[in-house]
């Protein structure tokens, strides 16, 4: 990736906007019908990776991000602006979708877990580890042999996580998909599990698949 900092802000913005917009955005509307919030969350996440991808690295998540941090593969700085675009994308289409629709429906958009914070947290962590991982071996490792259908992998491994893990928490595997429908709604009950649960999964799967898979490759860091 160039150094076009502007560039790929703006497109982890459009990324970032377009899940929590059409996820949460379906969770909203279509109640308890957990294929069509499955399918909603992973064809905008496999189609955003394909567009974006190959200017940003097509990440959308803060638990992503910290991943990369922790594998040297982007620098503390880009971290930083990537936080900063992807909580605010989120937050700006939680505004839009909570303007859009009355606010019982918009409850629907905001993750909740039904198991307990405990298990909760277990479960973001588990989710948010396969995607992170299915991130590496698509589009991070060079050996990888389906690396141009990267954002198909990926959105399929969010489809298959929210339909095992939505009517259990929302299965956000997003620090982002849970902040921005929390702040506009003002619900934070049991919040944490979206934060911390994900931050552990997606950092334990990074490094993981770097140590065990990725050590003798020399991957610089993007500024």
């Not at 560039?7 to 509307?29: D, K, M």
């Not at 909603?40 to 990369?68: E, K, R, W």
């Not at 620098?75 to 289409?93: D, E, K, M, N, S």
């Not at 396969?130 to 698509?138: G, K, M, P, Q, S």
Request: no cysteine.
């Amino acid at each position: 990736m160039d150094d076009n900092v502007l560039g790929r802000s703006v497109a982890e913005f459009i990324g970032t906007f377009t899940l929590i917009f059409i996820g949460g955005g379906a969770g909203a509307i279509s109640g308890h019908d957990i294929v069509a919030v499955a399918l909603a969350n992973g064809l905008a996440i496999g189609i955003m990776v394909s567009n974006f991808g190959h200017i940003s690295g097509g990440l959308f998540n803060p638990a992503i991000t910290l991943g990369f941090l922790a594998t040297r593969r982007i620098t503390p700085r880009l971290a930083v602006i990537y936080w900063i675009v992807q909580f605010g994308a989120a937050v700006v289409a939680a505004g839009i979708l909570r303007w859009l629709v009355h606010k019982p429906a918009f409850d629907g958009a905001i993750p909740t877990a039904s198991i307990g914070a405990g298990r909760g947290f277990v479960l973001e962590a588990i989710l948010t580890f396969f995607l992170v991982t299915a991130v590496f071996a698509t589009a991070v490792d060079p050996r990888g042999a389906f690396k141009s259908i990267a954002g198909l992998a990926i959105g399929l491994t969010i489809t298959i996580d929210v339909l095992f893990g939505g009517p259990l928490t929302g299965a956000a595997m997003n620090p982002a998909r849970a902040f921005g429908p929390e702040l506009i709604g003002n619900v934070w009950s049991q919040g944490w599990i979206y934060y911390l649960g994900p931050a552990l999964g997606g950092v334990v799967a990074a490094i993981g698949y770097d140590r065990l898979y990725l050590r003798q490759l020399q991957v610089p860091e993007t500024s």
